[in-house]
């Protein structure tokens, strides 16, 4: 009796089971942990997310000189939230990021809020000397981090 019970089962999730449909896309192609080795290849590590640091950095300095001040935390959030996207890529630069996203950012944050072209001054230098810290921390001393000099954005209050 249990076999006529358990045969008609079987059968039917046998006959309800599709085969898996192989996707490649225009370049992404392979098996699914070579495709997944391509995608990660192409987010890349660390040097990706300094790319966009590098330019909210630039343009924080802008607005804070501009006292833009919503646009200021704007990009101190998506700093953050850069370097934690970064982290997922690259989790052995935690150490060095640690410092970077429960010190020095809340402190740049802060300033902003203050909305005092002095105080965010005062610590705009802070996280230049901070920039520059974290890159002798990873053996990158001759990333030095300056102040910019020329705007290259349009965004302006």
């Given at each position: 009796m249990k076999i006529l019970i358990i045969v008609p089962v079987l059968l039917f999730f046998a006959c309800t089971q599709q085969p898996q449909e192989k996707i490649d896309g225009e370049w992404i192609k392979g098996t699914k942990q070579e495709k997944i080795h391509t995608i990660e290849k192409q987010f890349r590590g660390f040097d990706n997310t300094m790319v966009e640091i590098g330019y909210r950095y630039q343009e924080l300095y802008w607005a804070g000189k501009d006292e833009n001040?919503?646009?200021?935390?704007?990009?101190?959030?998506?700093?953050?939230?850069?370097?934690?996207?970064?982290?997922?890529?690259?989790?052995?630069?935690?150490?060095?990021?640690?410092?970077?996203?429960?010190?020095?950012?809340?402190?740049?944050?802060?300033?902003?809020?203050?909305?005092?072209?002095?105080?965010?001054?005062?610590?705009?230098?802070?996280?230049?000397?901070?920039?520059?810290?974290?890159?002798?921390?990873?053996?990158?001393?001759?990333?030095?981090?300056?102040?910019?000099?020329?705007?290259?954005?349009?965004?302006?209050?």
């Open positions: 001040w919503d646009y200021a935390t704007y990009q101190i959030e998506k700093m953050k939230l850069t370097i934690e996207n970064g982290l997922e890529r690259r989790p052995k630069r935690a150490k060095s990021a640690d410092h970077f996203l429960k010190s020095v950012l809340p402190e740049m944050l802060k300033s902003v809020q203050q909305r005092d072209t002095v105080i965010f001054n005062e610590n705009f230098d802070m996280l230049t000397a901070n920039c520059i810290n974290c890159h002798s921390m990873e053996k990158v001393p001759y990333f030095t981090v300056k102040k910019p000099i020329y705007r290259q954005s349009p965004i302006r209050k």
